[in-house]
């Protein structure tokens, strides 16, 4: 109750005002006594001081006559006035100087203290030395009264004067004193109590509505403005709160907005940002983050036991120049490259960590190289012979039979063809990756193509003793596509055929509608070598031969399927090995009947050309 500002104020203006009342009670009434006692010794020296030597003689005088202490009484009588003998608050008493006894006085012995009081007491030890100069009119402010021993020695007798004040007068000044104070003290009191609630009215109340307005921000209710209802202090900060406020609910909103920016950016970035505070636990991480780390992160996990294989965690804090570290780790079969960087603001601050998927990347980079390397492995061969038989016939001269310099240059012939060729094959994947080979899409009737493809190769099977034959099962629908090129396709499997099978064997070509009649299919049978179990994953790769020799032998390139799978690909369909029973091999080519999907194939080709700009980083290539 009185933490309260308004019981604090109240409580100080009565203490206040209680205490100045004390004080000036204390000083009205110490001042009363001493004026009052002052006046006591004032009116005693009036009478018995060194001025009134004569007066006191005469007392000597009227004390050595018979009936002194009556003479010593009528003089004094005579001078009640100027003693302020009032005869009831104070009296004049004539004691016998050597027995202190009562002779006579304005009041009866019985006025007299009960103990001797030490003015007498040394007024008495005065008559016994015979000094006649002491007075005893020391004040023992202790007392409950005041008095004045004077000794007076004649030569016959001696006798003291006392004179005796009872203080009744002072004790009721000081009475009438006290009750004035506690009035005044209990209408002070009063009037304080109303001063302060009316203090407390214009001080407290505005800063009561401030406290409440302050707690409403602090709850996060920025719409109360206080009504400013003073221009005083009060009105002043009022005004400036309600500016505070104002200010504080824009800062907080920019806050927000830019925290909520913040969230969205990093929830749909595919970058995985984590980020630590200064005590490495995970303060925030993105779905991207997670997903490549695949594991659970939630806040509070440890950076030690997400990157501290990579570098301490007090390193990466303490990073000046360059302000951030670098490094790459495998995550299962990805591989994530880091960038890591401490941010600081005055005290707080910590450690952010940005993931980039790199895999991708990383494998193209081995298909280039790789690929690379097989183009220059695979030109590089013919480019031997030709320039060893050309070499050798330079320098044989015309000491070569000509039937043979005849082999020679055929073979010349045959490498640069092959060359050629691989060239070629090249240049159309090349074109196939980039996207930039436009596909001609037109229907045409399919079975029509593929007969037109197996006579083209009916000359070959021939020539090889196979036999190679066409069945259409059900009535062959026309497809939309790029004629051409699918027949390309189809030569490319058909070749094959030819080539892989030993002569004298079967090919058999057959194509049909599929089920949900939406696709049409071609499968090349053959009873040939076949292509083992571990191969068969691998045959649309490319430059990958089974055997490198023999398809060298029959001028394959290795290109081939890899260019009819991205042809297929195109036309929304796919080339595959379905299961052969027995020896020899099946290749499917399955193409939807129309192409409404084309969209998704337009989209999809974009998607490859950026990722070949990717791959290529921005060189350009075929690879
Ligand atoms: P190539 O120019 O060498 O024929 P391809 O890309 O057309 O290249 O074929 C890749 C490899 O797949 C061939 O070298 C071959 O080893 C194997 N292959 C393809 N078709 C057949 C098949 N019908 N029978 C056996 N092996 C085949």
């Known amino acids: 109750m009185f933490r309260s500002l308004r019981m604090k104020l109240a409580m100080i203006m009565l203490m206040l005002v209680a205490s100045q009342m004390t004080i000036v009670g204390a000083f009205l009434t110490t001042g009363a006594n001493s004026f009052y006692m002052n006046g006591f010794y004032r009116q005693l020296n009036s009478v018995f001081g060194l001025d009134q030597r004569e007066f006191v003689a005469d007392l000597r005088n009227a004390a050595g006559e018979d009936n002194g202490a009556e003479s010593l009484r009528k003089m004094l009588d005579a001078n009640a006035g100027p003693l302020g003998i009032d005869y009831r608050t104070r009296n004049y008493f004539v004691l016998d100087g050597d027995t202190g006894n009562w002779l006579a006085g304005s009041a009866g012995a019985e006025s007299l203290p009960m103990e001797q009081s030490p003015n007498l007491l040394a007024a008495r030890a005065a008559v016994a030395r015979g000094d006649a100069s002491a ?91 206080l009504p400013v209802e003073s221009e005083d202090e009060i009105g002043i900060l009022t005004g400036t709160f309600n500016e505070m406020a104002g200010v504080l609910h824009t800062t907080l909103d920019q806050i927000e907005n830019e925290r909520t920016k913040l969230d969205t950016l990093f929830l749909y970035m595919t970058d995985g940002v984590v980020a630590f505070d200064t005590g490495g636990a995970v303060i925030h991480c993105n779905p991207a983050a997670k997903n490549m780390l695949q594991r659970k992160v939630e806040i509070g996990s440890r950076y030690d036991e997400l990157f501290g ?38 005290r707080l601050g910590g450690v ?57 240059l055929d073979i010349i012939i045959s490498e640069t063809d092959r060359m050629t060729n691989i060239v070629q094959d090249l240049l159309i994947l090349s074109r196939l990756d980039a996207g930039n080979t436009e596909m001609a899409f037109k229907p045409f009737p399919f079975g029509e193509a593929i007969e037109s493809v197996v006579r083209a190769n009916a000359l070959n099977a021939r020539a090889r003793n196979h036999e190679l034959t066409f069945r259409a099962e059900g009535e062959l629908p026309c497809v939309e596509g790029d004629r051409n090129r699918l027949e390309q396709v189809m030569t490319n499997i058909i070749g094959n055929a030819i080539k892989y099978t030993p002569d004298g064997g079967h090919i058999r070509v057959t194509a049909g509608v599929t089920g949900d009649r939406k696709q049409v299919w071609m499968d090349v049978w053959d009873d040939g070598i076949g292509i083992p179990e571990e191969s068969r994953g691998r045959v649309f790769e490319r430059f990958y031969r089974v055997d490198k020799a023999r398809s060298r032998e029959s001028g394959g390139t290795g290109l081939g399927l890899s260019i009819a799978r991205e042809i297929v690909q195109r036309h929304n369909g796919a080339l595959t090995l379905p299961p052969h029973d027995g020896p020899g091999t099946t290749v499917r080519m399955t193409i939807p009947i129309s192409q409404k999907a084309r969209k998704g194939a337009k989209r999809r080709d974009a998607e490859r050309r950026n990722a070949a700009s990717d791959a290529s980083g921005g060189k350009g290539g075929a690879a």
């Open 135 to 225: 007075v005893g009119d020391e004040s023992y402010l202790n007392a409950d009264y005041l008095d004045a021993a004077i000794p007076i020695l004649s030569e016959e007798r001696s006798f003291i004067i006392y004179i005796l004040d009872n203080q009744e007068t002072l004790s009721g000044l000081n009475r009438q004193l006290f009750h004035i104070i506690l009035q005044s003290l209990v209408m002070g009191l009063v009037i304080t109590a109303f001063l302060s609630f009316l203090l407390a009215k214009t001080m407290v109340g505005p800063l009561e509505k401030l406290t409440a307005g302050a707690e409403e921000v602090a709850a996060g209710n920025f719409d109360t403005e």
């Open 352 to 408: 952010l960590v940005v993931l980039h998927d790199v895999t991708e990347r990383r494998r193209n980079e081995e298909r280039r190289k790789e690929f690379v390397a097989n183009v220059s492995h695979e030109l590089r061969t013919p480019l031997t012979n030709v320039r060893s038989y050309a070499e050798t016939l330079r320098d044989a001269g015309g000491s070569i039979p000509p039937d043979m310099s005849d082999g020679f």
């Open 309 to 346: 294989g990579l570098f301490a965690f007090a390193d990466v804090l303490s990073l000046k120049r360059p302000r951030h570290a670098e490094g790459e780790m495998a995550v299962g079969e990805r591989t994530l490259e880091l960038y890591l960087a401490p941010f600081l603001h005055q």
